[in-house]
């Protein structure tokens, strides 16, 4: 993946600079003490800068244009471009800095034509917004011109959406001066700010996916192999229930019509985990969308019943807290939750961790806004061990789907945009999860689709949605035509069935995952979680396993 190679061309680059002066494995004379001085070590260890020179880093010396783009460069691994006919003005074939300056316009870090200033200081703002483009999150930015900001000197201008970026992945925190944080856009960053942000941009860029965990349940057995990769597995055996009669049950048979059971041969899968020092967890599954009659005859939700008195709550707590004894704790995954049921649920939650036995770990799924508004991210992050963002099937409403439309993206079931606005809300520093490591970030392997015509339209308003196993096959025809679609960063396939008819189906492909992967990284989420073993790409013509791998 392109990080590893960042990294192995990077260690290349600290090791051409064994031969440095002294002081720069040692430290800088200037840096010593200095509020940046772990970083400017850190930038040193990396390759990506170098002192100036006599012993000393230049801690408020500026950086110009060309050399902060030459950074990039190093830092990116790209091969040097240079071109024929420059793209600037004031930048020909014979300066210096000319490939670097060109490479970095060819990746879109800048835009050609007129005037690029080299030996211009660079300005907070600017750096900011190179990071950003470098990134390739233009268009993240260009949508993002509305994020609140806590700084109090950056307007409505054009590059906001990139400043808001830089701050939400934590490339830049401000300047605080008379109780007032600041960003300061217009002043000439200074090395010593230089490489703060590279250091930050740097090591989340190339960070590692430290916990991967999936749902075992219905018809996993045949990927259970995949396990041995894990560090967490959340068996998917128990329901929450409700009744008049019974009050509130966690149930793990088939009665009831449950499908969240405990199968037949789970020792045998027990076993396994075991034998792989693989951690397992009950997931316990509650719905706060469907319907149960209380005893005064009104209508609720089996969740919202559940909460709605201490002696419900009570009931849980203890089946739960029973139920984890053979587990090494509990995922619970209720779903559905609106803000009515906020306070309540998160109250819950903290007395369901403070119930559990010393040693178990509670971890918990939740779904992001703007419709499912009953997660307390920033409560339940300091309740629970891990917090699973359910941030996937974004499936419009049947009744959207339009005979003859020919652009289909706003049916990708993870755009690009969602996943972005899913991990600002549970980042988010005053309503979020505070502990960053503790979020993992959910991928569902799902499919939807559509039958079209032979001009390629939607021919019928109905949603095709083939198995996983399904689509691996027809991945595998040698009709299959697959699109990747950069303003989703989704992919589909179209292809034909026996009968000649023609269907587009969208779906998670490895070019995707990776891509939602990398996002989650900037915001400093390295946990991976997906649904459901049995159903994971794992196989030549479709193959996602190995993406997620490749992230380890």
Same mark, same amino acid.
């Given at each position: ?196 942000? %590279? ?27 995949? *396990? ?11 329901? &929450? ?28 899968? %027990? ?35 559940? &909460? ?21 704790? %509990? ?99 005053? *309503? ?14 799902? *499919? ?21 196993? *399904? ?47 990398? &996002? ?33």
């Amino acid at each position: 993946m392109k990080y590893r190679s960042i990294a192995a061309a990077l260690l290349a680059a600290v090791m051409t600079c064994a031969a440095l002066p002294a002081a720069s494995a040692a430290g800088y004379t200037d840096a010593s003490g200095h509020w940046a001085q772990s970083y400017i070590t850190k930038v040193t260890d990396y390759g990506l800068m170098e002192g100036t020179g006599g012993g000393v880093f230049g801690v408020d010396a500026s950086i110009d244009r060309a050399s902060f783009l030459t950074v990039l460069c190093r830092m990116f691994d790209w091969e040097t471009v240079t071109p024929s006919s420059p793209s600037f003005i004031d930048c020909t074939p014979s300066y210096w800095g000319y490939g670097y300056v060109e490479t970095a316009a060819a990746h879109g870090v800048i835009d050609k034509g007129g005037a690029f200033r080299p030996t211009d200081p660079i300005s907070r703002e600017e750096m900011a917004v190179m990071l950003v483009r470098a990134l390739g999150y233009q268009d993240l930015a260009d949508d993002a011109l509305d994020v609140s900001l806590p700084f109090t000197d950056v307007s409505a201008s054009e590059n906001r959406g990139y400043i808001a970026l830089a701050w939400q992945f934590g490339l830049t925190n401000g300047v605080e001066e008379n109780g007032a944080l600041h960003f300061k856009p217009n002043h000439s960053a200074s090395r010593a700010e230089c490489a703060a942000m %590279l250091v930050r941009v740097y090591e989340r860029y190339i960070s590692d996916i430290d916990w991967l965990h999936a749902f075992y349940a219905v018809s996993s057995y045949d990927q259970i192999g995949l *396990t041995d990769s894990m560090d967490g597995v959340s068996l998917g055996w128990a329901r &929450l229930e409700y009744s008049t009669d019974g009050g509130v049950t966690v149930n793990t048979t088939n009665a009831n019509g449950n499908g969240w059971n405990i199968p037949q041969g789970a020792s045998t899968a %027990l076993s396994h985990f075991q034998q792989h020092n693989t951690p397992y967890y009950i997931c316990v599954f509650g719905s706060a969308s469907d319907a149960v009659t209380l005893p005064d005859g009104t209508s609720s939700s089996t969740v919202a019943a559940m &909460l709605s008195t201490q002696a419900g709550q009570d009931q849980a707590i203890a089946a739960l807290t029973a139920l984890a004894n053979d587990y090494g704790g %509990l995922t619970i995954d209720f779903e559905g939750l609106k803000s009515p049921l906020k306070a309540d649920y998160a109250a819950f939650i903290a007395k369901l961790r403070a119930a559990l036995p010393a040693g178990k770990k509670l971890n918990i799924c939740v779904q992001p806004g703007p419709y499912l508004t009953g997660y307390d991210f920033k409560s339940l992050g300091e309740s629970c061990d891990k917090v699973i963002l359910m941030a996937h099937d974004y499936r419009p409403p049947q009744s959207d789907i339009k005979v003859g439309a020919t652009d289909t993206s706003a049916f990708a079931l993870t755009p690009f945009s969602k996943i972005y606005d899913a991990l600002t809300e549970i980042t988010d520093p005053d *309503t979020g999860v505070a502990d960053r490591s503790k979020i993992a970030l959910a991928f569902s392997m799902d *499919t939807t689709g559509f039958k079209l015509d032979e001009n390629g339209a939607v021919a019928e308003a109905v949603y095709y949605r083939p198995s996983i196993a *399904t689509l691996t096959q027809r991945l595998s025809q040698s009709d299959a035509q697959v699109t990747y679609v950069p303003s989703v960063r989704s992919s589909y396939v179209r292809y034909h069935d026996e009968s000649g008819a023609l269907y587009q189906v969208w779906f998670e492909s490895a070019r995707s995952i990776t891509d939602k992967m990398d &996002l989650a990284r900037m915001f400093g989420i390295t946990g991976v979680s997906l649904w459901r073993l049995g159903n994971v790409p794992n196989s030549e013509s479709y193959d996602l396993w190995s993406a997620i791998l490749a992230q380890r």
